[in-house]
């Protein structure tokens, strides 16, 4: 079994929810849920990331949602088979986890790699989806022009780990705020050297090679929210603006500033889209 790094806590050094593990899909996936009869809102996180990466959102939403964070494949504390996989197979363990949780239908809301399961849930199973808060994401492919940057990026972690050079300079792709950047570097930095290293190649081949689903957006009718931070260099605004121009259910982008991980730096402007979004939803 593989996990890129434990993940006890959040960032402010407490649990935003009981913590739990569930058998999906012959993986053993870490959750937190708040409980509750609020509806339900499944958080999934982006690459390199884990749950505490909603720490703002949980604490939120907590007292008005029923609020589920989860570690997906290679990441936190989930436990995999360390097989390739794809984020349709991401998807089915989001689905299975509502199943493992009796919730029927719940707001998928999705960071980066986070969105791309979150969007494949909607195709595959759009019953079980009652809306989608998509942050930071995109329905393409990866963009040929960065792939080689990002498998050098894989290949010096599995070969010498998160070295300083290397994890500062992730970090300041997707957070882009140095006390911030410090914690996640710290993280990375303490994963064990030889399950972290295993888990990245399965987690990096799946991310560089998903599938381009920008033709299948129309397929997806529920409301959705996009949500983009106007100095993410990891997936442009045009990218934002044509997901949410493909999906039926979307308004205009909500454009705030911060880089990639926007909810994490900046949670003030991205809560309040969620908090309206959510408070819009019909029964």
């Not at 009796?102 to 707001?107: D, K, L, N, W």
């Not at 595959?124 to 792939?147: C, F, K, N, S, Y």
């Not at 140095?178 to 994963?191: E, M, R, T």
């Amino acid at each position: 079994m593989s996990a890129l790094w434990p993940s006890p806590v959040g960032a402010t050094g407490t649990t935003v929810g009981r913590m739990a593990f569930a058998d999906i899909n012959g993986q053993r996936i870490h959750y937190t849920d708040t409980g509750g009869d609020g509806a339900p809102i499944v958080f999934s996180h982006g690459f390199l990331m884990d749950h505490e990466m909603f720490d703002p959102q949980v604490d939120a939403l907590r007292d008005t949602n029923r609020v589920i964070c989860w570690d997906e494949r290679g990441f936190g504390l989930t436990e995999f088979d360390g097989e390739s996989f794809s984020y349709w197979d991401s998807a089915s363990d989001c689905v299975g986890l509502l199943d493992h949780l009796g919730i029927e239908r719940a707001v998928l809301a999705g960071m980066s790699q986070g969105g791309f399961l979150s969007l494949r849930a909607a195709l595959t199973a759009p019953d079980r989806v009652r809306a989608l808060v998509l942050l930071d994401t995109q329905a393409g492919a990866e963009d040929p022009a960065v792939m080689e940057g990002y498998t050098q990026m894989m290949d010096t972690w599995e070969a010498v780990g998160p070295v300083d050079e290397l994890a500062d300079g992730i970090a300041n792709i997707i957070i882009a705020e140095p006390a911030i950047n410090a914690h996640w570097v710290a993280k990375w930095q303490a994963l064990d050297e030889r399950t972290g290293r295993a888990g990245m190649r399965a987690a990096g081949e799946c991310l560089l090679g998903r599938d381009d689903i920008s033709d299948r957006l129309a397929e997806i009718t529920c409301p959705a929210l996009v949500v983009h931070g106007t100095e993410d260099t990891a997936i442009s605004m045009d990218r934002a603006e044509a997901l949410a121009a493909g999906l039926s259910g979307a308004g205009d982008v909500v454009k705030v500033s911060g880089a990639h991980a926007a909810n994490l730096t900046n949670p003030v402007p991205v809560n309040a889209a969620i908090v309206g979004f959510l408070d819009g939803l019909a029964d």
